[in-house]
Nanobody
Framework: QVQLVESGGGLVQAGGSLRLSCAAS????????MGWFRQAPGKEREFVAT????????YYADSVKGRFTISTDNSKSTMYLQMHSLKPEDTAVYYC?????????????????WGQGTQVTVSS
């Protein structure tokens, strides 16, 4: 299994931006589909965005489409989530996840490895 470590979370005002990073161990990063999920207090963990192993295909939750951008740098074994126009409802712990194979998924159950999470807090 690949080991994942998120970073980049923090406190930001509404309308601001943050970039999350997810660093993966091992040399097989380019063989995994990747995804970002988030979990707000008292709520289920929900899908945010996913990217294919080549980085060519991406898919977003409607709630973040047009504001968030998912990307990967296979040379650094790192995935990113650039977040703009942040809203208080984006406040959550953000998790990255890896899935063996070419494609990511919107389903939590289809991922093989998870990071420990990074807190994002958006103040109004």
């Amino acid at each position: 299994q690949v080991q994942l470590v998120e970073s980049g979370g923090g406190l930001v005002q509404a309308g601001g931006s943050l970039r999350l990073s997810c660093a993966a161990s091992g040399r097989t990063f380019s063989t995994y589909g990747m995804g970002w999920f988030r979990q707000a207090p008292g709520k289920e963990r929900e899908f945010v965005a996913t990217i294919s192993s080549t980085g060519a295909s991406t898919y977003y939750a409607d709630s973040v489409k047009g504001r968030f951008t998912i990307s990967t740098d296979n040379s650094k074994s790192t995935m990113y989530l650039q977040m703009h126009s942040l809203k208080p409802e984006d406040t959550a712990v953000y998790y990255c996840a890896a899935r063996r194979g070419r494609w990511g998924s919107v389903k939590r159950s289809e991922y093989d490895s998870w990071g420990q999470g990074t807190q994002v807090t958006v103040s109004s």
